[in-house]
């Protein structure tokens, strides 16, 4: 039945690249491409990325420690129970951020991880040690069957597979702290002002929950849900199959005043320094086999297998991949000169992750054929062109 509905899947696309600029441009200070979905450039071509990594450098944030302290003298249980929601992966950052709260805030975190597609032995490794170096966690898991399933349907319609885990990853914290009733979940950095997005929540200590879908999730999940059915990715799904992803209702959050926070408002957000402490104190240890596929980094994001075909079909849709990224933002913080970040591009960015190929394909149940067929329809003209069967850049960062 798939197959049968492959006209109306050609049609559905990821729609940030509908908004794209047609003409490709690089930052003059990092490497970060125009193409970054709602990424500004200013008329000197600083991308806001950059211009806000400037704008951190100004924050009193000692101010905002204190911010954090009377946030958290707020939220304290006296009796030992749970009073923040860590979405925790077991990574360096939320690592850092739960044992940070526990040791300099005296807090009582519940950490609580979305399982990932499929674990890395380095990421479960370190997720368990995390554990153990102190915490209470929450895996949530769903049926494996109806993630594949879902996971091949963001793939062939919105290029995305993890389109479902990112829905999941951001309702999971969530829904815990119902279940529990903690107020305070505390996320990691606003996504938008590091990396290059909206800088309408650059002064906010969190996202309002009027923005948090317009911001966080570009599909609806009864949406999805409908099309799950109707194009026959899951022919038999019933209502309440997806609710493992689902946000509780906005209004029963609002009524509940739970709050969502960014530890980045309250401290200086510098992943390597991260890395350092989540290495120290939790146990934390990077990849055993050396840098990631697509990049030179080695400690960021290491616990999904597939993974890797995220940031492939980045550089696909966008003409820029996690070689970019990770440059970008470690010139950001001067931890390279522009140029050796260039270097870093035209030497890895968008290389094909063919450690993990095969399995991708088995997870998702696709062919290599359907697996092209995706990809290719994910080339836009004003990015890429074809030489000699070969597909280009039309721009190159330089
Ligand atoms: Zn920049």
Same mark, same amino acid.
């Given at each position: ?71 958290? &003298?707020?939220?304290?249980?006296? &009796? /030992? ?13 939320? *690592? ?18 979305? *399982? ?26 769903? @049926? /494996? ?26 309702? @999971? ?14 996320? /990691?950095?606003? $996504? ?6 909206? *800088? ?24 999805? @849900? ?30 509940? &005043? ?5 530890? $980045? ?31 030179? *980094? ?22 820029? $991949?996690? @070689? ?9 913080? /001067? ?14 960015? $968008? ?48």
């Amino acid at each position: 039945m798939v197959e049968e509905n492959e006209d109306l899947k050609e049609k559905i696309v990821d729609r940030q690249i509908l908004n794209l600029p047609k003409e490709v441009k690089f930052c003059t200070r990092c490497v970060m491409s125009n193409q970054r979905p709602r990424i500004t450039f200013n008329k000197e071509g600083v991308c806001s990325a950059c211009r806000y990594a400037e704008y951190k450098k100004t924050i009193d944030w000692d101010k905002r420690k204190q911010e954090l302290k009377r946030l958290c &003298d707020k939220y304290r249980s006296k &009796d /030992g129970s749970f009073d923040v929601i860590v979405p925790c992966s077991g990574g360096k950052d939320s *690592s850092m951020i739960a044992h940070r709260l526990k040791v300099e805030y005296s807090m009582h975190p519940l950490c609580v991880t979305f *399982s990932p597609p499929q674990y890395t032995d380095i990421g479960w490794k370190n997720l368990r040690r995390f554990i153990d170096s102190g915490f209470h966690h929450y895996l949530v898991s769903p @049926a /494996g069957d109806l993630y594949r399933a879902l996971g091949r349907m963001c793939f062939e319609l919105y290029g995305d597979h993890n389109e479902i885990f990112d829905r999941g990853q951001m309702s @999971a914290p969530f829904r815990a702290a119902v279940e529990h009733n903690v107020s305070l979940v505390m996320y /990691g950095e606003n $996504g938008e002002a590091e990396y290059g997005g909206t *800088s309408d929540y650059n002064e906010s200590p969190g996202l309002p929950w009027e923005a948090f879908e317009k911001v966080y999730y570009s599909e609806n999940l009864d949406e999805m @849900a409908r099309l799950a059915k109707e194009l026959g990715y899951v022919p038999n799904i019933q209502p309440h199959d997806l609710d493992i992803f689902r946000l509780p209702p906005i209004e029963k959050l609002k009524d509940l &005043d739970i709050q969502m926070h960014w530890f $980045g408002y309250y401290t200086f957000w510098e992943p390597q320094e991260h890395y350092y402490y989540a290495s120290k104190h939790t146990g934390f240890q990077s990849n055993p086999e050396g840098r990631l596929e697509g990049t030179y *980094s080695n400690y960021a994001q290491l616990d999904d297998l597939t993974d890797s075909f995220l940031y492939y079909m980045m550089f696909v849709k966008y003409g820029f $991949g996690r @070689a970019t990224s990770d440059a970008a933002h470690e010139i950001r913080e /001067g931890r390279i000169t522009r140029e050796e970040g260039v270097a870093l591009v035209h030497r890895y960015d $968008g290389e094909f992750p063919a450690k993990t190929y095969k399995i991708f394909l088995e997870h998702l149940g696709i062919t290599e054929e359907q697996f092209l067929k995706t990809v290719n329809k994910y080339r836009l003209p004003h990015i890429w062109k074809q030489e000699n069967c070969d597909w280009k850049l039309r721009e190159q960062v330089r």
